[in-house]
């Protein structure tokens, strides 16, 4: 049913609208067969970078590229893309039927080849018995895979989704997403699909692009963008509760140093950030007769949150800022308990003065003993 897959290639790509730039000299690669996820916050630029590869707005400088050719000259209909839209607008008085063979008529496509070709994408998205019906009595999210249809019909080489399930409430948004991650596997056609929701993103994307004012600032697997993040920005934006941050600086002895923890000497870096991931503390509640359990440090539980399965706490430090820990639910503890923490250092980060990655954390050379 499909054809080949084809790779989409941004080559340092600019637009600006008036004083904004809404996309900054993006390079971005997207494989054949790939379902590679844009996120970021609002206004980063992301359905801007959508419709500059749909053909939709020009870009300022640079070129995009879908397959083995340059499309700059290449007008929407000539790029074999299709893009399904946050608002998904079905012509309310056509049936599903005529919806999803709309685009084949205009396009000139005989009456028995729409009606075999709508035939057979209905089928593919379990649309066959609603194909009667009008968009007024379906559900959203069977107009959602009517609009998804309506794409795919026209069997494109690559398929761009802008926010498609922003309009759907919670459960149906988690089908809609397994569909279309089905679909893909089934399809095997490059998608490429935009979300500012970076727990959708993790979940949907093989690959995932990070975004922020206009730039790219790290393509990789779910994994690699959450465990290895490539600067301060991506390591805030993903992962929920987002990672604890500690401010650290070059001591006398040209050892980092902030709050309870002193790193090991000959740091070539004035000053530092440290990342901590919540679900990579672990606490013990300290009953005051007991030892100390050795712990990195120790702080008072300000608040603790039962999410049922685990709870998030939150605690008086170890800086100045508060941190939060996400411990299992058996971990008997209240506010106002003291806590001896420790940290999971092979599992932190470090970022320099200019928010870029520079590896793990050391284990401190010494813990605090308040
Ligand atoms: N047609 C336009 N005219 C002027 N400014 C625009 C235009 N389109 C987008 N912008 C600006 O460019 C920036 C990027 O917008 P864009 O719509 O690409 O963001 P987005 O990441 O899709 O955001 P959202 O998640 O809210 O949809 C924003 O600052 C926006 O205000
Ligand atoms: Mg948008």
Redesign the pocket.
Same mark, same amino acid.
Request: charged content about 25%; aromatic content about 4%.
């Given at each position: 049913m499909t054809r080949e897959p084809r790779a989409v290639v941004l080559k340092r790509v600019r637009?600006r609208? #008036?004083d904004?730039?809404?996309?900054a000299d993006v390079d971005l690669e997207v494989h054949p067969g790939e379902l590679m996820v844009l996120v $970021?916050?609002? $206004?980063?630029?992301?359905?801007?970078?959508? #419709?500059l590869i749909a053909g939709l &707005?020009e870009p300022d400088a640079g070129e995009v590229w879908i397959g083995d050719r340059c499309v700059d000259e290449v007008a929407p209909g000539g790029r074999d893309v299709a893009m399904v839209f946050?608002s998904y607008a079905l012509y309310p008085h056509m049936t599903v039927a005529e919806n999803l063979g709309f685009g084949l008529r205009v396009r000139g496509a005989g009456p028995a080849a729409t009606e075999a070709r709508v035939n057979e994408v209905a089928g593919v998205l379990g649309l066959r018995g609603l194909l009667s019906r009008r968009p007024g009595q379906l559900s959203g999210g069977q107009q959602q895979r009517v609009a998804l249809g309506r794409a795919m019909v026209r069997d494109p080489g690559v398929f761009l989704f &802008?926010?498609p399930l922003s309009n759907l409430d919670a459960a149906l948004r988690l089908e809609t997403r397994d569909e279309i991650a089905a679909l893909h596997r089934r399809l095997g056609t490059t998608m490429i699909f935009?979300t500012?929701d970076q727990v959708e993103a993790l979940s949907l994307g093989q690959r995932v692009a990070v975004?922020d004012q206009?730039r790219v600032h790290q393509v990789g697997t779910p994994h690699e963008v959450y465990r290895r993040p490539a600067n301060l920005f991506v390591a805030g934006f993903v992962g929920s509760p987002p990672m604890n941050r500690l401010r650290l600086v070059r001591d006398r002895e040209g050892r980092l140093a902030g709050g309870p923890f002193v790193f090991p000497g000959g740091s070539p870096h004035r000053e530092a950030t440290l990342g901590v991931r919540p679900e990579d503390l672990t606490l013990a509640v300290v009953a005051p007769p007991d030892p100390d359990p050795n712990p990195e440090f120790t702080a008072t539980a300000l608040r603790v949150e039962s999410l049922g399965s685990e709870q998030r706490i939150r605690l008086d430090g170890p800086g100045e800022a508060a941190w939060v820990a996400r411990a299992p639910s058996a971990l008997h503890v209240t506010a106002g308990d003291r806590v001896a923490v420790s940290v999971a250092w092979e599992r932190t980060h470090l970022f320099g003065a200019d928010g870029g990655r520079i590896g793990a954390a050391p284990r401190p050379v010494r813990g605090s003993r308040p």
């Open positions: 637009k609208f #008036r904004v730039t809404a996309v $970021g916050p609002s $206004g980063c630029g992301k359905s801007t970078l959508l #419709r &707005d946050q &802008d926010e935009v500012h975004m206009g």
